[in-house]
């Protein structure tokens, strides 16, 4: 295959062609508007063409579906690596819709079809299984959220987390109080995480003026005016000495 020259959809044909008779099945194109058929006893196999992975392909692919449940999508060897996150997720989508997938790419002075894996039913809750860590994740990020401060979709903005809430939190008693020790922040409601967050200091919110002690730094103070609805939640939600005792 001239390197110089630029496949078309027909050039992915004979690579897999080969494969599928290697396998010993009898391959026919173009077959009620199926762009590969493969027979083999009572096996039919039915393989989609595309120069891209679109949705489209897999549309039509998932029509297919109703004839077969031997169906492969079939593309040209993308130019990132297969090791990446980026085709582990399509592999993924693919798996998900129950197709095979083959990629076609240049060996020698022609081609060759590479089967990534063959069409198999999607088992669901074993891929659930798999994800009880990120489920988890997600459940405790919004448990540590007091409210829905971000607009889904947003790019390029500044998103409130769980973590930056409870900052915030601690920044506020110690405008409303002044120098503070992490236990008496707990006390005030503060929770476990207290320590940890003053002592790493991410935003630069917090001076520590003793052993023990910390206050709002300048850049604290200026910072936390642009939440005054957390502010004024926190405010309100603050445990005071008074009722503590």
């Given at each position: 295959?001239?390197?110089?020259?630029?496949?078309?959809?027909?050039?992915?044909?004979?690579?897999?062609?080969?494969?599928?008779?290697?396998?010993?099945?009898?391959?026919?194109?173009?077959?009620?508007?199926?762009?590969?058929?493969?027979?083999?006893?009572?096996?039919?196999?039915?393989?989609?063409?595309?120069?891209?992975?679109?949705?489209?392909?897999?549309?039509?692919?998932?029509?297919?579906?109703?004839?077969?449940?031997?169906?492969?999508?079939?593309?040209p060897k993308?130019?990132?690596?297969?090791?990446?996150?980026?085709?582990?997720?399509?592999?993924h989508f693919?798996?998900?819709?129950?197709?095979?997938?083959?990629?076609?790419?240049?060996?020698?002075?022609?081609?060759?079809?590479?089967?990534?894996?063959?069409?198999?039913?999607?088992?669901?809750?074993?891929?659930?299984?798999?994800?009880?860590?990120?489920?988890?994740?997600?459940?405790?990020?919004?448990?540590?959220?007091?409210?829905?401060?971000?607009?889904?979709?947003?790019?390029?903005?500044?998103?409130?987390?769980?973590?930056?809430?409870?900052?915030?939190?601690?920044?506020?008693?110690?405008?409303?109080?002044?120098?503070?020790?992490?236990?008496?922040?707990?006390?005030?409601?503060?929770?476990?995480?207290?320590?940890?967050?003053?002592?790493?200091?991410?935003?630069?919110?917090?001076?520590?003026?003793?052993?023990?002690?910390?206050c709002l730094?300048?850049?604290?103070?200026?910072?936390?005016?642009?939440?005054?609805?957390?502010?004024?939640?926190?405010?309100?939600?603050?445990?005071?000495?008074?009722?503590?005792?």
């Amino acid at each position: 295959m001239n390197e110089g020259k630029k496949l078309q959809e027909k050039d992915l044909y004979k690579p897999i062609q080969k494969y599928f008779s290697r396998e010993g099945y009898d391959v026919y194109g173009e077959v009620k508007d199926c762009d590969m058929v493969a027979v083999k006893g009572e096996e039919l196999a039915i393989i989609e063409l595309k120069l891209t992975l679109s949705v489209d392909l897999l549309i039509q692919a998932a029509k297919r579906q109703r004839i077969t449940n031997q169906v492969y999508v079939a593309i040209p060897k993308p130019k990132y690596r297969l090791n990446s996150r980026r085709w582990a997720d399509k592999c993924h989508f693919i798996r998900r819709l129950e197709l095979g997938l083959i990629v076609v790419s240049p060996s020698g002075k022609g081609l060759k079809a590479d089967l990534i894996f063959h069409p198999s039913p999607f088992h669901s809750k074993k891929s659930r299984g798999k994800s009880k860590g990120k489920r988890a994740a997600i459940l405790k990020e919004i448990s540590g959220r007091s409210a829905d401060f971000n607009i889904g979709g947003s790019n390029r903005t500044k998103i409130m987390t769980a973590y930056k809430e409870n900052c915030i939190q601690i920044a506020c008693f110690l405008r409303e109080s002044g120098p503070l020790s992490p236990k008496a922040l707990l006390q005030m409601g503060s929770g476990d995480k207290t320590s940890s967050i003053l002592t790493k200091n991410y935003y630069g919110w917090f001076d520590r003026i003793k052993r023990g002690t910390y206050c709002l730094s300048d850049q604290g103070a200026k910072d936390i005016l642009e939440y005054p609805e957390l502010l004024d939640y926190y405010l309100k939600n603050m445990i005071k000495d008074d009722e503590s005792t």
